[in-house]
């Protein structure tokens, strides 16, 4: 599932996170320092530097735990990491998949959040690869993609003006993507039946199901 979440941040929230991005351009180091050999032959792009990056990947983490579409997609047990990258004209990512352990931990889920609008850059689309075909993401500011790390994916050349975006992996509660889904949907059900004021026998029964799939399939 690749799920697009809009408006995780507001305007006054963006802009303070990119007052901290912009608050000192040397910050920024080669960002093949921070992935594997085999994605690092094809990785051409920048980073903050570990340390510089804490006080905003903090505020990130922050802010999609206390999102609830976020939380109901992802069901997160931890940010496994959390990087802020940065292309200028020229730089691309070519297509690799993300490790499966960092730092000796699980990765599940990877996301995308954009802090620039599209109308900012050309280029730098991040393509996630699949059996149906491709799938071209450029989203607003402010929004941001989610999607399981098993994907082959690609950040494509950009030709003009800067793309800046906060890069993260998480290890999920529920490992299988197929499980994910079901209880993202079910908690969906669940939202619009309490917005219809179902009759309470119902929402007990759906609690009931939604609560003992988490139970049976969670790896705590």
């Known amino acids: 599932m690749i799920l697009y979440v809009h408006d995780v941040m507001d305007k006054a929230h963006l802009q303070a996170v990119m007052d901290k991005v912009q608050a000192d351009p040397q910050a920024f180091e080669d960002g093949r320092k921070t992935t594997g050999w085999h994605a690092k032959t094809v990785k051409d ?15 990130i983490a922050k802010t999609l735990l206390a999102h609830p579409v976020f939380k109901a997609a992802a069901i997160p047990k931890s ?18 998949v993300d490790d499966a352990l960092m730092g000796g931990v699980r990765t599940d889920l990877s996301f995308t959040l954009f802090l620039k609008e599209p109308s900012d850059y050309d280029g730098g689309a991040l393509i996630i ?63 619009a039946l309490r917005e219809a004021k179902a009759d309470r026998a119902i929402m007990d029964r759906l609690f009931k199901v939604r609560t003992n799939l988490i139970r049976k399939w969670a790896d705590d």
């Open 79 to 96: 940010f496994v990491k959390i990087l802020v990258s940065r292309y200028r004209p020229g730089m691309s990512y070519g297509t690799h």
């Open 45 to 59: 792009n920048e980073q903050i530097k570990s340390g510089a990056a804490d006080a905003i990947t903090a505020m």
């Open 129 to 191: 690869e699949g059996n149906e075909g491709d799938t071209e993401v450029k989203l607003p500011a402010g929004s941001l993609v989610l999607y399981p790390t098993t994907s082959l994916h690609r950040v494509d050349p950009v030709t003009r003006g800067e793309r800046l975006a906060i890069v993260g992996w998480i290890r999920s509660y529920v490992r299988s993507h197929e499980d994910r889904e079901m209880l993202f949907d079910l908690e969906n059900t669940i939202a």
